[in-house]
Nanobody, 123 residues
Framework: QVQLVESGGGLVQAGGSLRLSCVGS????????MGWFRQAPEKEREFVAA???????YYTDSVKGRFTISRDDAKNTVYLQMNSLKPEDTAVYYC?????????????????WGQGTQVTVSS
């Protein structure tokens, strides 16, 4: 069993920045791909970013150039640095651990999920 705990969400004005953190338990963290998803009210959960075991990264088009995913395997932690935030980035952000060492844009390819952290961007 792997537990994921997110932190770092909050309220920020448009154009501001936040850094989300996700700490995972388990001995296989360094060989597991990690992802960030988000879900806005009345919308489906959508892929934001993923990072492979070898730190290759993937992003959805709407956050490219603004968000950066990274990992620190010594701390069992994955980060999501979010810059130039927009009101449309408002959502609950979820950290997830993949079923393999390679990331995916599909929620079903992730086995473990955190409880989520709220990000609200005001205009």
């Amino acid at each position: 069993q792997v537990q994921l705990v997110e932190s770092g969400g909050g309220l920020v004005q448009a154009g501001g920045s936040l850094r989300l953190s996700c700490v995972g338990s388990g001995r296989t963290f360094s060989t597991t791909a990690m992802g960030w998803f988000r879900q806005a009210p009345e919308k489906e959960r959508e892929f934001v970013a993923a990072i492979n075991w070898n730190s290759i990264t993937y992003y959805t088009d709407s956050v490219k150039g603004r968000f950066t995913i990274s990992r620190d395997d010594a701390k069992n932690t994955v980060y999501l640095q979010m810059n130039s935030l927009k009101p449309e980035d408002t959502a609950v952000y979820y950290c997830a651990a993949a079923r393999s060492s390679y990331g995916s844009t599909t929620p079903g390819e992730y086995r473990y999920w955190g409880q989520g952290t709220q990000v609200t961007v005001s205009s």
